[in-house]
C-alpha cells in the first residue's frame, strides 16, 4: 500500500511564502514523475508543477517566477515553495506521483491535498 501525504498548508497573507511537502510512503520500488495539482472553489483542478526523477521541472504560467518544486529521491519526497502568494493562490493543493510498486508495475497516485489561503 502506498500514501502520499501533504503538509504545510495554511493561512497567510498576501505576499507571503509557504512551503508544502509530499511524502511517500509503504511499498515503493521508485517514483518517476511527481506533481502539485491544485484545486479552487468551483473551479476546475489544475496542474501547478511536475518534476521528473532526474529534475526536470515544468510550471504553470500563473506560477512561473514564484513557485519551485524540487523533491528529494533518498527521502521519497517533493517540495512546493511559494513566494509571492496572490489571493488567486488560493485551493486545495495535491500531490500526485507516478510510482513503480515493483518493478512491473506503475501505478498513480494522489494526495488527500492540503488547503493553502491567502487572505488578508
Known amino acids: 500500500q502506498v500514501q502520499l501525504v501533504e503538509s504545510g498548508g495554511g493561512l497567510v497573507q498576501p505576499g507571503g511564502s509557504l512551503r508544502l511537502s509530499c511524502a511517500a510512503s509503504?511499498?515503493?520500488?521508485?517514483?518517476?514523475?511527481m506533481g502539485w495539482y491544485r484545486q479552487a472553489p468551483g473551479k476546475q483542478r489544475e496542474l501547478v508543477a511536475t518534476?521528473?526523477?532526474?529534475?526536470?521541472?515544468s510550471y504553470a504560467n500563473s506560477v512561473k517566477g514564484r513557485f519551485t518544486i524540487s523533491r528529494d529521491n533518498a527521502k521519497n519526497t517533493m517540495y512546493l515553495q511559494m513566494n509571492s502568494l496572490k489571493p488567486e493562490d488560493t485551493a486545495v493543493y495535491y500531490c500526485?506521483?507516478?510510482?513503480?510498486?515493483?518493478?512491473?508495475?506503475?501505478?498513480?497516485?494522489w494526495g488527500q491535498g492540503t488547503q493553502v489561503t491567502v487572505s488578508s
Open positions: 518534476i521528473t526523477s532526474g529534475g526536470s521541472t
Open positions: 500526485n506521483a507516478d510510482i513503480w510498486v515493483v518493478i512491473t508495475t506503475r501505478r498513480n497516485y
Open positions: 509503504g511499498s515503493i520500488f521508485s517514483i518517476d514523475t
